[in-house]
């Protein structure tokens, strides 16, 4: 799949990338973030700070996640709080970057609130964003609950923050994580017979190594007859590739750039040299290639819902996957699957966070400016979070520390659980652990970078090439990405 934008919107990325869009590309962009017309208006003297919009109406483009789903499912509560409508899009995430680019770029203001994809939409475009403590700060709208200190720490500045900048321009509004997940009845029926036979015990958890992650799924190939496969992957020619093939890379050691920490959380417009061609990246490659082939052959053909649907359907019994997935398997299989952080390797495990935040277009001005916000701040106050969490329509995970404390979240973090997404808090409360959590580079040109990679990654996978090749290739091919964009 070619998940690159149009020809004429990349020029305009890689024009006008790194720390963000020329004013004159903006529409005549402020310092402050604010466009030079149409300010906010004043409240009234005594009014609901919450009703100060009332009767406005603003536009959400979002990417088809739980956490709209949820909300799109359930918008009168705030509408009855402040008598604003919201026109919610959702899209999948290439033809929402498209769209969001083509309105940052263009200087207009179609979509007041924008889901920021930290890396095809926030890097790029991080100055096409308001920012967010403009808004916290001002007394005049309603508090964030519990401040910025409320939203887990890595996932705020993954989300929402972009290079040297202090600057937040988006909120933690999904968080995605990939853990291991497996058929706790296939492991509780066979789990001394697979101990003895292989010499170690294989119940699932970050203690494992990636190797004995291939010896069990092997294992089950040659000795379960309930389950035709022991595991299966996201190994198709797709963004899933790499974010499958980026939780083996960075356990064995390997890196996209130098400082990949630091470049994950905060970001930058200048990475350096890709690293993919180093030695523990084209060990990491031959590990993968090796799992691959013993794996479900549907894999290759196979994104996330690919495997998610293959778990559900009793296909495979183990996968990484991303663990908002937990509330498919409630449904599916009732009390079968486990959950726990990913296997490590020769240097670690590490856990791909996937999240994205919610931001505001520094074009959308007046009263839908001020109206986004208290959609922003709606949309991710631990009231919702928790709706989010209960809904039927969709689910998602909170971003905020107080959701988890509640008695009542923590209680369904056993079965039977009213908030299945909930049985993984184990787990991803490990993998979002300062050294556990895995973030891809935060760049400008990580959408062409992402498709180099896939694409060789691919080629390796149909035998077309090896895994050293496949690596080198890919280096070169970034490499030449990242010296194009910034070519003026």
């Known amino acids: 799949m070619d998940h690159q934008l149009s020809t004429p919107t990349r020029r305009q990325l890689l024009r006008f990338g790194g720390a963000g869009l020329a004013a004159a590309a903006l529409g005549g962009l402020t310092a402050c973030g604010q466009t030079g017309t149409a300010p ?15 009767g406005t109406t603003i536009n959400f483009i979002s990417e088809n996640t739980a956490p ?3 909300i799109a499912a359930n918008l009168q509560p705030f509408r009855d709080l402040t008598g604003i409508d919201i026109n919610i899009v959702t899209l999948d995430l290439q033809a929402l970057v498209q769209r969001v680019a083509l309105d940052l770029a263009g200087g207009q203001s179609q979509y007041d609130v924008v889901y920021a994809d930290p890396y095809q939409v926030l890097a790029p475009y991080a100055a096409g964003f308001a920012d967010l403590r403009e808004f916290a700060a ?17 996932q705020l500045q993954a989300t929402g ?3 040297a900048s202090d600057a937040i321009y988006a909120l933690p509004y999904d968080c995605p994580t990939m853990i291991w997940q497996y058929r706790l009845d296939i492991f509780e029926k066979y789990g001394d017979q697979m101990e003895a036979d292989l010499g170690f015990d294989p119940t699932p958890s ?12 092997e294992w ?11 595991t299966g992957h996201q190994a198709k020619q797709h963004d899933a590739l790499m974010c499958d093939f980026s939780n083996v890379l960075w356990s064995y050691g390997g890196e996209y750039f130098a400082d990949g920490e630091r470049i994950g959380l905060r970001g930058t417009d200048e990475p350096g040299k890709c690293l993919l061609d180093s030695a523990e990246a084209i060990e990491a490659a031959e590990f993968y290639r090796r799992l691959v082939s013993i794996a479900h052959p549907g894999s290759l053909g196979w994104d996330w819902d690919g495997v998610g649907n293959a778990m559900a359907a009793g296909e495979i019994a183990m996968a990484p996957n991303w663990h908002e997935f937990a509330a498919t398997y409630e449904a599916a299989l009732p009390g079968l699957v486990g959950y726990a952080p990913l296997p490590r390797g020769s240097v670690g495990t590490a856990n791909h966070f996937g999240g994205t935040g919610i931001g505001i277009s520094a074009m959308s001005s007046g009263a839908r400016r001020g109206a986004a916000w208290l959609f922003v701040n709606w949309a991710t106050s631990p009231a919702t979070q928790l709706s989010n969490l209960k809904s039927s329509a969709g689910g998602g995970t909170p971003t905020r520390q107080s959701v988890y404390a509640m008695p009542e979240v923590q209680a369904a973090t056993t079965r039977p659980s009213e908030m299945p997404n909930m049985l993984t808090e184990d787990a991803v409360s490990i993998a979002w652990e300062e050294g556990r959590i895995g973030l891809r580079p935060k760049i400008p040109m990580w959408n062409e970078c992402d498709t180099a990679l896939f694409t060789e990654l691919s080629r390796m996978l149909a035998g077309q090439k090896t895994a050293r090749d496949a690596m080198e290739d890919a280096t070169s091919r970034i490499d030449g990405i990242v010296a194009r964009g910034w070519v003026a």
């Open 206 to 217: 970050g203690d494992r190594t990636w190797e004995e992650y291939f010896r069990i799924a």
């Open 138 to 154: 001002d007394e005049s709208y309603p508090p964030l609950e519990g401040g910025f200190e409320d939203f887990i720490p890595t």
């Open 220 to 230: 089950i190939n040659e000795n379960v007859d309930e389950i035709p496969y022991g």
């Open 40 to 54: 906010v208006p004043p409240p009234s003297p005594g009014g609901d700070p919450w009703r100060r919009f009332a």
């Open 68 to 70: 709209t789903a949820a």
């Open 161 to 163: 923050m972009f290079g």
